[in-house]
Structures are given as structure tokens and as C-alpha cells.
């Protein structure tokens, strides 16, 4: 993957486990809906360069942003129960 034109890095976060259950990818998309509407609701508008995605209550934060931005995206993400873990992907504009 490295070899493809514009790929800088590969973040390696796989890990083994068994196939998640209906509750679970319920919970993690409720998560995922509440932390971008936390985004939203801050009024900026970095909420649309980041991807979130959550897998069993770990959100992944992604997305081409300043630093300050990135740091909001965690507060805000923070403030959300049931997150157990934050994985920031974020590629910095400063």
C-alpha cells in the first residue's frame, strides 16, 4: 500500500476478534452520530473535514485539518459517553 502514488502512511490499528454483534454496530453508530453532532453543534466548520468512525467503542478521527481543529475534535469527542477510546488519524495543515 505504501507503493500507491500519495499514500504518506499506513496506520496499522487492525486487530483480531470475533465479528461484532447487531448491539454493538448499534451502539457504535449511535456513537458515531452523537460525536458529529457534537461537531455540528460547536457551529465551526472543520465538523465536515473529519470522518469519524467507531468500532466497538473506539472512534477514529480522520481528516486533512488544522491542529486546533483536531484538538476540538477531541474535546468534543471526549464529552461523548460510551467512547471508550480515541484514535486520532488526522493529517495537520500547520
Keep these: 500500500v505504501k507503493s500507491i502514488p500519495k499514500v504518506r502512511r499506513v496506520h496499522n490499528m487492525m486487530n483480531t476478534a470475533a465479528p461484532s454483534s447487531l448491539l454493538s454496530r448499534t451502539s457504535d453508530t449511535t456513537l458515531t452520530a452523537r460525536i458529529k453532532a457534537e461537531m455540528l453543534a460547536q457551529g465551526g466548520n472543520f465538523a465536515h473535514k473529519v470522518k469519524v468512525v467507531t468500532e466497538n467503542g473506539t472512534s477514529y478521527l480522520m481528516g486533512v485539518i488544522t491542529r ?3 484538538d476540538l475534535a477531541v474535546t468534543l469527542t ?3 459517553g460510551g467512547v471508550q477510546k ?3 488519524l ?3 495543515l500547520d
Excluded: W
Design 78 to 80: 471526549q464529552s461523548v
Design 86 to 88: 480515541i484514535v486520532k
Design 90 to 92: 488526522f493529517e495537520y
Design 68 to 70: 486546533q481543529q483536531g
